[in-house]
């Protein structure tokens, strides 16, 4: 079973397309990285996943089911923490756990509150007097105090400082280690995702441009240096996927197609998750473009 | 649920509450002073008596006229349900971002939105109960006395204070506060629209109200009383006609019969029978008060069941985070 799986997936905002043409599966279990630029659809798709928006067109389905949009009883079954972190700034702690005990049959007060408890965040503080990273926290105690199958995060290190930043994804690490639960999470920044997922959906233009385990994509892209005049030659027998020149010297992010060759000319090394991200949206080289990789000719079967 | 609901909204709940509060004692207060110099004055004495009491009534509008006038503004009341209760209840959630956070807890949003609009949906039905009982009892001493616009109950003054319309103004008020909140997803906008919505509507209807029942008419003596003078007919149109039922102008009547400071009620009063000058009051008697309440309500409430079914749908099925 998949944790998200859509199907040509479509949403049009009046004219504009937020996502088009978008085939993935998002493998449960797993913590997933959804990266792209700013703009690439990753919140559309995100909202479509926890039934906030509902698609233009083609079919998404959510822990083996319809989307919570389609059918509300699937609300239950995934937590949501949205990009801003949305509170109910009046309300104390205690409001917002008890706000999560009443909408949610499946709540787990004595966690929450542990859990709470444990980043020393008060009950009696009001929500809006917490700081940023605690906010970030409470709604993460919120989307998990119901116990969700399904976890989905939008953006939720964008806005904190880097020590927040930290503690934020170290919660959440720890929650995701415990087991049984799926998480999906996306950024603007690979950086933040290095660490905890591993699994990989790269969303640019609306479209997939990269989908697999963080490990064998790493495996199977190596960073090539070496003559300018020989890059063509090596697109031949591989996917050339970015290319940048200086001067006489190529620098090459393939794709391999078979092991590894051995050229003499060459200075080849493995890629990090940040290169590697970094490389596919910025496209094909200039001069020898690569296969399109669309979002359904990179879809594993 | 009904705590979130609450929780969510108490402050403006229980301001909202607190003003009316402050009113119902005002009324409750100036409603005991003006009925008491009823009887300390000897009015409703005459009026008892079916006397003509038009001196006595003079004395009353001397002292409560202004009061009795100031009723009109209550008008405004039901529309608060809509500008502080309905216009903020989603918009704000839309506005903050926390309708991404309500949507996507165990419940659906028919039913989130659903304890939203029962409590404040109730509360306001409720304020614009109590608030018409208490302006029935207000208002009551003064439905025999005439001066200037009557406060009898048929009169625009008087029926749309008390009865079960303003709860159909309310409902109708808080209804398009809500609905605005949801498809503008702002606040202050919705809160203009309601502000801008629940006035024409109010005088639209109530530019119908005179053909909810066809009027009946009653034909007397030219610048005479009515023989339904006192009975709280409201009085919908009236005309002067000639012999041959043809409309013709006060003035053309003055003219005609030479009626000015010097003549002789007499000799008038010949000159207009014998023009066959008569006076037509085209009027909806007081005891269609009760129907005529019915229609208007059931307006109001259609209007509100409209647009709260507009509010439902583009919440459950339209509404994007």
Not at chain 1, 70 to 96: C, H, N, S, T
Not at chain 2, 21 to 33: D, E, Y
Request: some cysteine; aromatic content about 8%; proline content about 5%.
């Amino acid at each position: 079973m998949s944790a998200i799986e859509t199907d040509r997936l479509e949403r049009r905002y009046g004219r504009r397309w937020a996502l088009r043409d978008c085939s993935l599966a998002v493998p449960a279990g797993r913590v997933v990285g959804l990266v792209g630029p700013n703009g690439a659809g990753k919140t559309t798709l995100l909202h479509m996943a926890v039934g906030l928006l509902a698609p233009t067109a083609g079919s998404i389905r959510v822990l083996g089911g319809l989307p919570p949009r389609e059918r509300p009883g699937q609300l239950r079954r995934v937590g949501f923490v949205a990009q801003d972190k949305p509170l109910y700034r009046g309300f104390r702690v205690a409001d917002m756990l008890r706000f999560g005990a009443k909408l949610n049959p499946g709540w787990d007060q004595d966690q929450a509150v542990q859990r709470l408890s444990r980043l020393g965040i008060p009950l009696s503080q009001r929500a809006g007097q917490l700081s940023g990273g605690q906010q970030a926290q409470l709604a993460l105690a919120l989307a998990l105090g119901k116990r969700p199958e399904l976890l989905v995060l939008d953006e939720p290190v964008a806005n904190l400082d880097p020590l927040a930043r930290r503690e934020f994804l170290q919660l959440l690490m720890g929650e995701a280690a415990q087991g049984g639960l799926s998480v999906v999470l996306s950024s603007h920044l690979v950086a933040d995702l290095e660490r905890i997922c591993d699994y990989l959906i790269l969303l640019a233009a609306g479209q997939v441009q990269l989908v697999g385990d963080a490990d064998d994509l790493l495996a199977e892209h190596r960073m090539f240096a070496g003559p300018r005049d020989q890059a063509g030659l090596l697109g031949r027998t591989h996917t050339v996927v970015h290319a940048s020149y200086t001067g006489r010297q190529a620098t090459l992010l393939v794709r391999l197609r078979s092991p590894a060759p051995d050229l003499a000319s060459w200075t080849v090394r493995p890629v990090s998750l940040e290169e590697l991200v970094l490389g596919y949206m910025s496209g094909p080289p200039p001069a020898q473009a690569a296969p399109s990789l669309s979002c359904v000719s990179e879809v594993p079967a | 649920m009904i705590w979130v609901a609450w929780r969510q909204h108490r402050i403006q709940l229980s301001s909202g509450i607190a003003v009316l509060a402050v009113l119902a004692i005002v009324l409750a207060w100036t409603g005991h002073q003006m009925t008491s110099y009823l009887h300390t004055s000897g009015l409703s004495a005459c009026l008892a008596a079916h006397a003509g009491c038009d001196s006595f009534s003079h004395l009353v509008e001397n002292r409560y006229g202004w009061l009795l006038r100031n009723v009109v503004y209550l008008n405004f009341l039901p529309m608060l349900a809509g500008v502080f209760w309905g216009a903020p209840l989603v918009a704000r959630e839309m506005e903050t971002g926390t309708c991404r956070l309500a949507w996507t807890q165990s419940i659906s949003r028919r039913r989130w939105l659903a304890i939203k609009l029962g409590p404040f949906g109730a509360a306001a039905a409720v304020m614009a109960a109590g608030f018409s009982v208490l302006l029935g009892w207000w208002l009551h001493p003064f439905a025999q006395v005439s001066f200037g616009n009557g406060f009898a109950r048929m009169d625009l003054n008087a029926f749309d204070v008390q009865g079960i319309a303003p709860i159909g103004y309310s409902l109708f008020a808080f209804a398009a506060g809500t609905t605005a909140g949801v498809l503008t997803r702002r606040v202050l906008p919705a809160m203009a629209i309601t502000f801008a919505v629940f006035l024409p509507a109010r005088l639209w209807v109530q530019s119908l109200r005179s053909h909810f029942a066809t009027p009946l008419t009653v034909s007397y003596r030219a610048f005479g009383t009515s023989p339904r003078a006192g009975l709280g007919d409201w009085v919908v149109h009236s005309q002067i006609v000639d012999r041959l039922g043809r409309s013709v102008s006060d003035l053309t009547v003055i003219t005609t019969c030479g009626i000015g400071p010097g003549s002789q009620k007499a000799n008038v009063f010949t000159c207009l029978s014998a023009h066959g000058f008569h006076q037509i009051d085209r009027y909806q008697p007081a005891s269609r008060f009760l129907a005529f309440q019915g229609i208007e309500t059931g307006i109001f409430l259609g209007l509100a069941a409209v647009l709260l079914g507009i509010a439902v749908y583009w919440v459950t099925r339209r509404s994007a985070s």
